[in-house]
């Protein structure tokens, strides 16, 4: 099953919301006018500022709703970690009956045929026996045991920008696991079709700021891009 992710819902005008919170801090005017006559040039100058400054208290005014679809239970278990500025909605195992489950073949083991023989031909086992203690009228909840971590799972999250662009440091890194970081990189995307400058600034730290926080873990992506901008200069 292939990752599907949308955007199902966010606020109005996200970057005017972030822009004139942020204005309201160094202005006399009234609170319900600070929307006011602010054009697009002038919210870009004030979403730069606030990135350069590190401001980003402001971007938690505009929050993002997303539909997920086809990820497996690994990767939800890492996504729920992220409950700051965050809030989840997903399929239930306990209520919800999945007989034939889909599942997600880590990249590792789909590129060898063999190993992936191997591991559909468990998967298919798991499956059968998940539908026989159904049919003997075992609760789902109590079948729910031999489901694997591999199994797809759907659902709904929320984050506000703050929180968001914390996500994407972390999450958007060549570190993190692989399927949470297509998730990241896919969610990244989306936000930036309907919040561009919001997000101009956004992905992991070696991206975003040239620093890498993983030390001998790191990828080396920092300093090649460090590197780069060197050069440019």
Do not use: W
Request: proline content about 4%; some cysteine.
């Amino acid at each position: 099953m292939t990752m599907e992710v949308r955007i199902i819902s966010y606020t109005p005008q996200p970057e005017v919301v972030v822009a004139s919170a942020a204005r309201l801090c160094y202005s006399p005017c009234s609170a319900t006018k600070i929307m006011d006559d602010f054009e697009q040039k002038d919210v870009n100058k004030f979403l730069e500022k606030l990135l350069k400054m590190g401001h980003l208290s402001p971007f938690e005014h505009a929050s993002f709703t997303f539909a997920v679809d086809g990820i497996s239970r690994v990767a939800s278990h890492q996504l729920v970690r992220h409950r700051v500025g965050a809030s989840f909605s997903q399929k239930s195992q306990r209520y919800v009956n999945e007989n034939q489950f889909e599942y997600v073949i880590p990249h590792s083991i789909a590129k060898d045929e063999k190993m992936k023989a191997e591991f559909d031909d468990l998967m298919v086992l798991l499956q059968n026996k998940y539908e026989n203690l159904i049919s003997m009228g075992i609760p789902a909840e109590d079948a729910r045991y031999l489901l694997p971590n591999a199994t797809t799972t759907n659902f709904v999250l929320t984050m506000n920008a703050r929180s968001l662009m914390h996500f994407f440091e972390l999450r958007c890194c060549n570190r993190a696991q692989k399927e949470i970081r297509e998730l990241s990189d896919l969610m990244l995307e989306r936000v930036r079709e309907v919040a561009p400058a919001l997000f101009a600034v956004a992905g992991p730290t070696c991206v975003t700021q040239g620093i890498c926080f993983e030390g001998q873990m790191s990828c080396g992506r920092a300093l090649h891009i460090r590197s780069r901008n060197e050069k440019e200069e």
